[in-house]
């Protein structure tokens, strides 16, 4: 099946400094990836969906400049959280959708654990 | 709009008992639906999906799911639990086709399996 990296799997900050979080497809293509964040004990909240070559679309309540979206190549989207302070901290999740069987189906990064301090 | 509801945030079944995780789902359009497991500290992994052909669809690690439209559910079940089932479990939708294809989540089911 399709693989999705991400990098790196976890990271402690201090307030006020900048992190990137990295999720690669491996053996696909993706024109567009999604990034989710997850609190513990809770769902998955969708972020933003970023796009290839265009700008992310960002979810209702996420504050495009401080989670900064780059989508630099078809295997490559990054997650720049800047400033970062302790309330950000967070499991960052991404996905890529790619087509089996005909139908769309994500396949999920392993997760990024973000402490900030 | 489409949503999903996880009916029982903790179920605790014991070992070689069956397993039930409900959800329901709400969508204007023909859904897609999953069923995703979550392990501690790691990414999603999908479990089983609908995509408008069979209503009983089969999974990985002897999981199962049933799409009714005339009750929007679509529960998952185990004849016999493992300890190794333990995890968290999302039920999530999407509306088939279309590049975006956005999964909305329900907010999980966390699966304990005692000895």
């Known amino acids: 099946g399709a693989v999705v990296s991400q990098h790196p799997s976890w990271v402690i900050c201090k307030s006020g400094t900048s992190v990137k979080i990295e999720c690669r497809s491996l053996?696909?293509?993706?024109?567009?990836m999604f990034w989710y964040r997850q609190f513990p004990k809770q769902s998955l909240m969708l972020m933003a969906t970023s796009n290839e070559g265009s700008k992310a679309t960002y979810e209702q309540g996420v504050e495009k400049d401080k989670f900064l979206i780059n989508h630099a190549s078809l295997t490559l989207s990054t997650l720049t959280v800047t400033s970062a302070h302790p309330e950000d901290s967070s499991f960052y999740i991404c996905s890529a959708p790619t087509s089996t069987s005909g139908v769309n189906e994500q396949f999920f990064g392993p997760g990024t654990r973000l402490t900030v301090l | 709009a489409q949503s999903v509801t996880q009916l029982g945030s903790h179920v605790s079944v014991s070992e070689g008992a069956l397993v039930l995780l409900r959800c329901n789902y709400s969508s204007s359009v023909p859904p897609y639906l999953f069923w995703y497991v979550q392990y501690p500290n790691q990414g999603l992994q999908l479990l089983l999906k609908y995509t408008s052909a069979a209503t009983l669809v089969k999974g990985i690690n002897g999981f199962e799911a049933e799409f009714k439209k005339s009750e929007t559910s679509f529960h998952l079940t185990k004849p016999s639990a493992h300890m190794s089932d333990a995890a968290e479990y999302f039920c999530a939708v999407t509306s088939y086709g279309g590049a975006t294809n956005k999964l909305i989540f329900g907010t999980g089911t966390l699966l304990a399996v005692q000895p």
């Open positions: 053996d696909f293509q993706a024109t567009t």
